[in-house]
């Protein structure tokens, strides 16, 4: 009997990290389960690396409801296929993988997954690179292909510029010859976010940005601005685009806004507004597979990872505590 029949039909331990009910960071707990041999069309993959999302948190309040509960949080990942499915032909056992996005399930030691939904990871690129930004990298894809099509010359402000997206949105931006205005919060932050690229930092706690991007932009504002903290910050970000640019809101951080009054984008104003889902965006299988790509493509021309902080899995409680209350920079990995 072949190594790939025995290994997919051997039962395997794993570790997860799940909530029984929305709540705070509390409700995390740690589990030690029998993972199944992997079903038709499905792969078991062994973790090295698990990316920590404010998606996560999301999820874990409640803000973007789970299917069911109990359920394992974590949408990213990176690892090693220790068993194949029937009917799997394009990944086999030993291969380094990474995914992204649905479904959820990434706080674990290893988890079962279809297939399509994992991409193997070049050589040149390590788990702990991979895993800690491909959700962003894909958001990226998103955000600057499809959303709003940025090109060369053009001025983009990026909110969180020293955070885990922040810091991909400000390289790619860069690699496409844009300008970049970035939101930070203090002077360190603003450091590493210029060791990225980033052109101009606005220490937001200390100027109001919007006044500073129409200073920085000589009255003219900003031709894409992208928002992952929503609240009273998205509604002053509308302030700092030029006519017939575009305001993209990825995120909540602060906060749901409530209802956007069409006054405020326009016609007065003039400027679009985008409301984008980057688990929509996934789930067309060729989107999903051109923002993993595009991701690979960005690594191997010097897109540069920032791995602010390595915890345990046991520890996934603390790093998303972390990341709610602002103390980290750059991305949050969980090693099993």
Do not use: C
Not at 101 to 112: D, F, Q, V
């Amino acid at each position: 009997m072949s190594r790939q029949s025995v290994d997919s039909a051997t039962p395997q331990q794993a570790t997860q990290v799940f909530i029984e009910q929305y709540g705070d960071a509390s409700e995390l707990s740690l589990r030690h389960v029998t993972l199944a041999p992997p079903a038709a069309g499905e792969i078991r993959v062994r973790h090295t690396a698990i990316g920590v999302n404010f998606v996560d948190i999301y999820h874990r309040t409640g803000l973007y409801a789970l299917p069911a509960l109990p359920a394992v949080l974590g949408v990213e990942a990176a690892g090693i296929v220790e068993a194949v499915g029937p009917g799997v032909d394009t990944l086999t056992p030993g291969q380094r993988v990474a995914y992204a996005g649905p479904p959820a399930g990434g706080y674990a030691s290893a988890r079962n997954l279809p297939a399509d939904r994992a991409l193997a990871i070049p050589d040149d690129i390590a788990d702990d690179t991979i895993a800690s930004l491909l959700l962003r990298g894909i958001t990226t894809q998103m955000l600057y292909s499809h959303v709003y099509p940025l090109k060369a010359g053009d001025t983009v402000l990026v909110h969180a510029a020293a955070g885990g997206l922040g810091l991909v949105l400000v390289q790619w931006a860069k690699s496409l010859g844009a300008r970049v205005i970035g939101t930070v919060g203090s002077p360190a932050k603003a450091a590493l976010a210029k060791r990225h690229g980033l052109d101009e930092a606005i220490l937001y706690r200390e100027h109001d940005f919007v006044a500073a991007v129409h200073k920085l932009t000589e009255g003219r504002g900003v031709d894409y601005a992208i928002d992952g903290i929503g609240g009273q910050t998205l509604l002053q970000t509308l302030g700092t685009v030029r006519p017939y640019g575009m305001v993209a809101s990825v995120g909540q951080v602060a906060g749901d806004m409530g209802p956007l009054d069409p006054a405020l984008i326009g016609p007065a104003r003039s400027i679009a507004f985008s409301r984008p889902s980057v688990f929509r965006f996934m789930s067309d299988p060729d989107l999903y597979r051109e923002g993993m790509l595009a991701t690979f493509k960005q690594l191997q021309s010097g897109l540069k990872a920032n791995i602010g902080t390595v915890l345990p899995l046991a520890q996934a409680a603390e790093a998303q505590r972390r990341l709610e209350a602002g103390e980290t920079s750059g991305s949050i990995l969980l090693r099993p």
